[in-house]
């Protein structure tokens, strides 16, 4: 799994509202699952083997970052992008992340911090092959991953991929010093 992050806290003041970025990330669950897309592969008639690598493999790793705008002392708005990534045969659609954080401190010593976020866009879509069945067959629309299966081609396009991100995250966290 390729998954980089990095946290950094700089601070934007305008009107008295601070934004900061929370961190920019490469890789997420899309990104793997496209990854694993592209294992494996299949041999051709002739014994030509094709690997599925070439068709999925991208050379830009979809890139996210998240900001905190800070309204009040307990409340703020998380908002960020990411880029996307595409290859020959899967595609990760750019998206954008909105949010709140609201934090509560019942003492001087804990926190109660609820944070809800979703993203909208960052699909994972697959694109179909055309293949050559020659005189039994013709030329066919079939999903690249089971053109050598024995399903017939027009079957194998309803297990193309199309996997959404996670559309709604909640996180409630309680913290404490002693």
């Known amino acids: 799994m390729l998954f980089v992050s990095a946290l950094f806290v700089s601070a934007m003041t305008a009107n008295g509202q601070e934004t900061s970025l929370v961190g920019i990330y490469q890789g997420s669950e899309l990104t793997d699952a496209a990854n694993q897309l592209g ?3 299949y041999a051709l008639s002739d ?8 068709w999925y493999h991208s050379s830009w790793i979809d890139m ?26 899967v595609r990760i659609q750019p998206g954008v992340k909105l949010g709140f954080i609201l934090q509560k401190r019942p003492t001087p010593s804990t926190a109660l ?3 809800v976020s ?4 960052g699909d994972l879509t697959e694109r179909p092959c055309t293949a050559d069945y020659g ?5 066919q629309a079939v999903n690249c991953r089971l053109a050598a299966s024995q399903l017939p081609p027009a079957d194998t396009l309803k297990y193309m991929a199309n996997m959404n991100p996670s559309r709604l995250n909640l996180d409630l966290r309680f913290r404490a010093k002693f």
Request: glycine letters at 18%.
């Open 113 to 115: 911090t609820l944070t």
């Open 118 to 121: 979703s993203i909208l866009g």
């Open 39 to 41: 294992q494996g592969g």
């Open 64 to 89: 996210r970052f998240e900001m905190l705008t800070q309204l009040s002392d307990y409340f703020g708005l998380l908002w960020g992008a990411s880029t996307g990534q595409r290859a020959e045969k």
């Open 47 to 54: 014994g030509t083997q094709v690997s599925f690598d070439k």
């Open 135 to 139: 005189a039994v067959g013709g030329f």
